[in-house]
């Protein structure tokens, strides 16, 4: 498969968007503001056609065998760029930190899956810990509140880098939210396996928002981002719904998530 | 116990519209959770406790056997027994046994979690001792003839109305007639009628917090003395103990109390802490005639050889189940067995078969945040995405699932059909959601609709827009 670039100086950062099966399906925008951002920052943005999901879910469901090959899948795609960078900490946690686990045991494949992860990196992480980005061009008039993730506090340790990229948005007020350390119910399969259980979990999230006093929800990962919008929506709620990368790259112009006609 | 992990879901859901389980569960962040964060950070070194306590238990777990031996040896020198259990039947055998030739009639406890594990209870009074818990959950647990919801606070569930109730229905035979509703009161009414049972008691268990091999002593930790007096006052003294309850030295246990009672429930250390080494001595003012250990394996030597070892290193404090945003929500019966939360969703498959306990594996969002605050940095999620790759081997997990997870690794295998699939799908979907922006039901999602809508999606993908663009452009 070919594949396409778009045209930028030789020594500027060779990056492969891996932009996430969820991003790909459901929110293009979010991949159009990560190639946005990147290229702000410098960076030459490749995108391989061979892409498809990083086998998070194979690999949470016990399922080690598909969870290699599409760790395959990914090496093979990726490892001649000098950055990976999606937006996603789920699916970037899950090459960073679960690859080398997979192929702990194969001694011919693990020098390359650990370069690999070694160069992955979560988009506002990368940014801000890389390349040292400290401000954005954009503006976002609305009382927003930041939903981290399981994977980005925990897994990847992003918790100030949103933040400080979020504070020289123009216009932008940040109301953090009560109990931003727990988990909003999406948990992958959980969220269909146990519905009743994640219900209750994205039920008191969503109340900590409208809490917060924030009109507009953000986070860096479209799991949790679809999970708390659909809470929103069956609740009858009004709180709109981005994604980060949107918003830094001041592209949160377009209808948010769920959000219809009327 | 009998197990009843089977039907998690069931359990849950009706936990999840039981109002006074929902309101004292909320308690969990304001009270546990917020006394082990003042804890942590009020002591500098408390990351580095972690890593030196997980070190000392990685040694003693590579030297079990040696320590578990020199442990025996101090107990017999200092006079005691010990017994060995490879299962819970064993180890009830051995107990009831101990009681039948002390010609015991009535037997004291302290709170233990192996107690629960073995069922000690059940097979003591079936073999017509008396049995009095003395913790005042457990107590309070015995009257109701209720499993304990949580490992360090057993009543949590429960509660003041439920107990003030419990208590005029079973003391009012003793004396106590009227109905208490204070706290204080209704812990003064405990404690009078507990009196006379420490007094009258011929056996007194007790669990252990730690074993200490270099000395054969128990350690274990309490905040209402009930263990002190469980463990000096009967003439005879069991202690039941899991194998991997042994630490080296006295200095490796005062390391892990530090962390034990933080971690727990906020507290630096724990109102008593009590050593006991052997039965009473010539010179000793009180203590029991005979000392007996019994330690346990059930499935432990299983687990020591397993990628799942680091399991042993727990401490039974809870951290994980009250930092637990699953257990927060459902509370611990609905887990089905002795051992509720992150900790017990690795544990009950083990000691009561996957068969039984597969879906508490999976009721787990992998969000970390157990492993975060473990003293003894168990990588939990690990440990339990390791259940679930044994379940995947064994075809244990849900065949709906299955299917639909390597038709979708089958699928994202392929890049090509990949797309040629999804661009048509996405932007259907699309077209019937955007005048809403989402749908209320979906046909094969419903586990997602059951609770909230599914977003729509923008329409058409990244991919296909990408190389429309990059067309444009050339």
């Known amino acids: ?262 | 116990m009998q197990p009843n992990s089977r039907h998690f879901q069931v359990n849950a859901e009706s936990a999840l519209r039981e109002p006074n389980l929902q309101s004292a569960l909320k308690q969990l962040e304001s009270g546990f959770v917020a006394g082990r964060q003042r804890c942590y950070d009020a002591l500098p070194e408390f990351e580095a406790l972690r890593d030196r306590a997980k070190e000392v238990l990685d040694h003693t777990l590579d030297n079990l056997d040696a320590y578990l031996l020199e442990y025996e040896a101090r107990v017999l020198e200092s006079g005691g027994l010990v017994h060995w259990a490879s299962t819970p039947e064993e180890a009830r055998e051995i107990v009831v046994r101990i009681c039948r030739d002390a010609e015991a009639r009535s037997v004291i406890r302290g709170k233990s979690m192996i107690g629960e594990e073995i069922g000690i209870n059940d097979a003591l009074e079936a073999n017509g001792f008396e049995v009095t818990e003395t913790d005042l959950g457990e107590y309070i647990l015995q009257l109701a003839k209720e499993p304990p919801s949580h490992i360090v606070a057993p009543a949590i569930h429960k509660t003041k109305d439920e107990i003030s109730d419990l208590f005029l229905e079973h003391h009012r035979g003793l004396g106590f007639t009227q109905r208490q509703t204070e706290r204080s009161a209704l812990v003064n009414e405990a404690r009078q009628v507990l009196r006379e049972k420490f007094l009258a008691a011929d056996v007194g268990m007790t669990g252990a917090n730690f074993l200490i091999a270099e000395t054969g002593s128990n350690v274990i930790v309490t905040n209402e003395g009930n263990g002190d007096l469980s463990s000096t006052l009967p003439r005879v003294q069991i202690v039941t103990a899991a194998v991997d309850k042994v630490v080296p030295t006295l200095e490796d246990a005062s390391l892990l109390l530090r962390l034990l009672g933080r971690s727990a429930t906020g507290q630096e250390i724990t109102a008593y802490t009590t050593f006991t080494t052997g039965p009473r001595r010539e010179r000793d003012a009180d203590g029991p005639g005979e000392y007996h250990v019994v330690l346990i394996d059930n499935h432990r030597s299983e687990m020591l050889g397993s990628e799942l070892r680091p399991m042993l290193r727990c401490i039974r404090c809870g951290a994980c189940m009250n930092h637990c945003p699953v257990y927060g929500r459902i509370g611990g019966h609905a887990y089905g067995w002795v051992y509720p939360g992150p900790m017990g969703s690795v544990l009950t498959p083990l000691m009561v078969g996957l068969d039984e306990a597969g879906h508490l594996p999976n009721a787990c969002t992998l969000n970390g945040r157990c492993e975060t605050v473990c003293p003894v940095k168990i990588p939990l999620p690990r440990l339990l995405r390791s259940l679930r790759s044994r379940q995947h081997l064994q075809r244990q997990n849900s065949s709906l699932a299955r299917i639909a997870l390597s038709l979708w690794s089958w699928v994202a295998l392929r890049p090509r059909l990949y797309q040629l699939l999804t661009r048509p799908a996405m932007a259907l979907l699309a077209r019937l959601g955007s005048r809403s922006g989402g749908f209320r039901r979906m046909p094969l999602a419903s586990g997602w609709t059951r609770v909230r809508d599914l977003p729509a999606p923008q329409g058409s993908t990244f991919q296909a827009r990408w190389q429309q663009q990059q067309r444009d452009r050339k």
């Open chain 1, 1 to 262: 498969m070919t594949s396409i670039e778009t045209i930028h100086s030789a020594e500027s950062p060779h990056v492969g968007l891996f932009v996430t099966c969820l991003v790909d399906l459901y929110r293009p925008s979010v991949g159009f503001a990560t190639v946005e951002l990147l290229e702000q920052a410098g960076c030459r943005v490749t995108v391989p056609q061979a892409q498809t999901c990083c086998g998070q879910p194979a690999f949470n469901s016990g399922d080690d065998h598909h969870a290699r090959q599409l760790a395959i899948q990914v090496l093979d795609a990726f490892e001649e760029f000098d950055y990976v960078v999606g937006p996603s900490a789920s699916c970037l946690g899950t090459i960073r930190c679960h690859y080398p686990e997979m192929f702990a045991d194969d001694a011919a494949l693990l020098p390359r899956i650990e370069a690999l992860s070694a160069k992955s990196h979560e988009l506002v992480s990368f940014l801000v810990d890389v390349l040292d980005v400290e401000t954005v061009e954009a503006g976002f008039d609305h009382r927003v509140t930041y939903h981290d993730s399981c994977s980005a506090l925990r897994e990847l340790g992003i918790k100030s880098q949103p933040r400080k990229l979020l504070a020289s948005v123009a216009g932008l007020e940040l109301d953090e939210l009560q109990g931003t350390d727990i988990c909003c119910g999406f948990g992958g399969t959980f969220c269909v396996k146990y519905p009743e259980i994640s219900g209750r979990m994205a039920a008191d999230k969503i109340n900590a928002v409208e809490a917060s006093g924030a009109d507009t929800l953000l986070a860096g990962d479209l799991g949790c981002l679809l999970n708390l919008a659909g809470k929103i929506r069956r609740e009858g709620k009004s709180t709109r719904v981005y994604h980060i990368a949107e918003v830094l790259a001041n592209m949160a112009d377009g209808k948010s998530i769920g959000e219809g006609d009327d």
